[in-house]
């Protein structure tokens, strides 16, 4: 027995009721994900410090507000970029102080900190002398904006020239005009 609704078979009619609920409801479902937007590009320039960012992708402006590529804006800065596709995470992380390198006459010294005069950017060391260390008998200049990294339990972290303090043990890394360039306080 055939159940008709004016001539039309009632199944026919329930699909087509559903499939209309489906796609609205999918349509919906997708209109709260994806809205179209318009956007405006231009030439800006990023400056970090006194170095130019040059990035392979052009900025772009929405509603008042520059965007840039996180990946290649963050790591022209020197941090490491990290998906994790599970949680939907981006991590940024410092890359930390570059090793000491010899070879462009850099040293490494060793000691515990005895002054700082933080306003003249300088530093005094009671050094721990060993066969790879050269022997300093002045006040350090530090660089402006040194790399300065903790060194607690095998991990590393990056802090500020102003929070080493003296009674630190520090690690140096010198470079051949006899500046402090960066600083590891182990704890």
């Avoid at 004016?6 to 796609?23: C, E």
């Avoid at 300088?122 to 300093?136: A, G, K, T, V």
């Amino acid at each position: 027995m055939k159940t008709s609704c004016g001539g039309f078979n009632m199944k026919k009619y329930f699909i087509l009721i559903t499939l209309a609920i489906i796609l609205t409801i999918v349509t919906s479902f997708a209109g709260n994900i994806y809205d179209q937007i318009s956007i405006y590009y231009n030439d800006t320039k990023i400056i970090a410090g006194q170095k130019e960012i040059d990035l392979p992708e052009q900025l772009f402006i929405y509603e008042g507000h520059t965007y840039v590529p996180l990946r290649h804006f963050a790591e022209a800065l020197d941090y490491v970029v990290d998906w994790h596709r599970e949680s939907e995470t981006i991590t940024l992380s410092k890359n930390l102080l570059e090793d000491c390198n010899p070879l462009v006459g850099e040293y490494f010294v060793y000691g515990q900190i005895t002054k700082i005069e933080y306003s003249e950017h300088l530093i005094s060391i009671e050094q721990h002398i060993d066969d790879n260390s050269r022997e300093i008998f002045d006040k350090l200049k530090v660089v402006n904006n040194p790399v300065v990294i903790i060194d607690r339990n095998s991990k590393e972290f990056n802090i500020e020239f102003s929070d080493v303090k003296v009674g630190d043990l520090v690690g140096l890394i010198v470079n051949k005009n006899d500046e402090v360039r960066g600083i590891i306080v182990f704890i």
